[in-house]
């Protein structure tokens, strides 16, 4: 595991976007796992940025995104389609119909879950999967549980997650209660996994993920077994890490 501690999220954002950058440099038609959430924003503007100048292009690039909320329209401004869409894809070259993003419409959830895992197999398998980190140590949607779930699937999102995520919501009863998420296994299959995490109230978990006992209760402690796992963290996030690597 290579962990990366920088000053600021500036950083954090410029060192993964390099990352990122850097595999498509190698296969100009590769496939991306991509996360959404606060933390990855400045990343993407990075890339946002790095497009408009020209030193990188999409317009081979497949991506699969993590997750989707059940039950959200696509065009519902906090759905994860719409995220991604206001956040990278309107802004880079790339085919909109090389991007994926679970599809939470469907209410057929073990249809919806097996298409999309299937359409990655087909597509090759995910070179890079971008992640953020759960302040409860959750990945994708895959919350604390006492088994690593395996492929995509729906979940119910645990109460920290709604209390977590109700800030983007006008109540807390609007947030849905369900999403469809890539598994563990899924997001362990990709050959390169790439974590962010910013912020002094992800330092604990961080640490707990990265150094812990690997256990479902902690779900990205589960990276620690795999083979080329990068995490990019800014100095907040990575301050009870640092005494690991001394
Ligand atoms: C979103 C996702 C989530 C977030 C996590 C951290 O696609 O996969 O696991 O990465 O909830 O979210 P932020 O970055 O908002 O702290």
Redesign the pocket.
């Known amino acids: 595991m290579d962990l990366v501690i920088v000053d600021t999220y500036e950083d954090m954002s410029r060192v993964a976007a390099e990352q990122i950058e850097a595999v498509i440099a190698d296969d100009p038609s590769c496939v991306l796992g991509?996360?959404?959430?606060?933390?990855?924003i400045g990343l993407y503007a990075d890339l946002v940025a790095d497009c408009a100048a020209g030193k990188v292009s999409f317009a081979d690039v497949t991506t699969f995104?993590?997750?989707e909320y059940r039950g959200l329209a696509h065009d519902h401004d906090q759905s994860?389609h719409y995220f991604m869409a206001d956040n990278l894809f309107n802004h880079v070259d790339i085919d909109p119909t090389r991007t994926h993003v679970p599809d939470g419409f469907d209410p057929d959830a073990d249809a919806a879950c097996a298409a999309y895992e299937e359409a990655i197999e087909a597509a090759g398998g995910i070179a890079i999967q971008l992640?953020?980190?759960?302040?409860n140590g959750?990945?994708?949607?895959?919350e604390p549980a006492d088994s690593f779930p395996v492929t995509t699937h729906c979940v119910e999102l645990t109460e920290s997650?709604i209390q977590?995520?109700s800030r983007l919501f006008d109540s807390i009863d609007e947030v849905p209660r369900e999403a469809y998420?890539m598994g563990i296994g899924t997001i362990m299959k990709a050959r390169k996994i790439l974590m962010?995490v910013?912020?002094e109230d992800?330092a604990a978990i961080l640490e707990q993920s990265l150094f812990g006992p690997v256990v479902p209760e902690v779900p990205a402690s589960a990276l620690q077994l795999h083979p080329d796992v990068t995490v990019v963290c800014d100095a907040a996030a990575g301050a009870r890490c640092r005494e690991h690597l001394a």
Do not use: C, E, Q, R
């Open positions: 991509l996360a959404t959430g606060s933390t990855p995104n993590l997750d994860y992640l953020g980190l759960g302040h959750h990945i994708g949607f895959n997650t977590a995520n998420t962010v910013s912020g992800k």
